[in-house]
Each structure stands twice: as structure tokens, then as C-alpha cells.
């Protein structure tokens, strides 16, 4: 069962990639950017006082969730949500679907750090399966 959870999310995190609203992409420092699993491991450009989003994907019904493992000190969890998938046409959820994690955070001074997230095991002795980093800098 672990191992399916575990190909199940891999299969889904492969295709969910959100692009940048601002910043990363046009080289100037964003206001509001969204990013997602594309950025793992990259560079990262907010403005002070602006937010970044982190969306990361993983499988309902799976015994593991995104949690923040590590936060420069010029960034502040403003908020985190999980997001269902969109019911299809007949109304039914979709048992085992994709749930978007989105981590908001605030930009609160100016600096360069890392960011790191973990897709944790709520169950037994909260195994690691993933990690994503990014190196974000305020300016």
C-alpha cells in the first residue's frame, strides 16, 4: 500500500507544475509569485512585502502530507490550505485524487535563504518521502 501511495504521488506530482505570476521568470524581483514542483530546487525573487506561494501536489487518501521543515528568517507562513481537485461532470469525488498543498508566506524583511518543505508521513515514524527546496531572495 505504501509503495502504490508512493507511485501514485510521484504520477502526479510529474504533471503539476505552476508557473510564476511575476518575478522568477522576468528576472525582476515579484510581488505575488506562485510557484510549484518546477521550481524544486531553484532560485526565487519576491519584493519586500510581497507573498510567495508554494504549490505542491500530493494524493488524497495517502498517509503523507506537505509540512514546512525549514523558513528564513525573512519569510512568514501567512497561511496554508489544501485544495481538492474539481468534482468531474457526475458529481463523485474522486477517491485517491490530487490535492494541491499551497503554502502563502510573507516576505517581512529583505535576504537570501533557503526554503525547504517535506512530504511527511502523519502515521508510524513520520518517514520522509520528498523534499522540495528553493533558495529564495527578497530584494
Not at 84 to 97: D, F, K, L, M, Q
Request: proline residues 7%; aromatic residues 8%.
Amino acid at each position: 500500500m505504501r509503495l502504490f501511495a508512493l507511485a501514485a504521488f510521484a504520477a502526479l506530482s510529474a504533471c503539476a507544475t505552476v508557473q510564476p505570476v511575476d518575478g522568477p521568470a522576468t528576472g525582476a524581483p515579484g510581488r505575488n509569485v506562485t510557484i510549484g514542483d518546477g521550481f524544486d530546487g531553484g532560485a526565487i525573487a519576491v519584493a519586500p512585502g510581497g507573498l510567495l506561494s508554494v504549490e505542491l501536489i500530493s494524493a488524497a487518501g495517502a498517509p503523507y502530507e506537505w509540512v514546512v521543515v525549514e523558513t528564513p528568517a525573512f519569510l512568514r507562513l501567512a497561511s496554508s490550505e489544501k485544495i481538492a481537485a474539481p468534482r468531474p461532470a457526475n458529481g463523485e469525488p474522486i477517491v485517491g485524487g490530487p490535492v494541491t498543498n499551497r503554502f502563502v508566506f510573507q516576505a517581512t524583511g529583505t535576504g537570501s535563504g533557503r526554503l525547504q518543505l517535506a512530504l511527511r508521513s502523519f502515521v508510524g515514524n513520520r518517514e520522509v518521502a520528498r523534499t522540495w527546496t528553493g533558495t529564495i531572495t527578497i530584494r
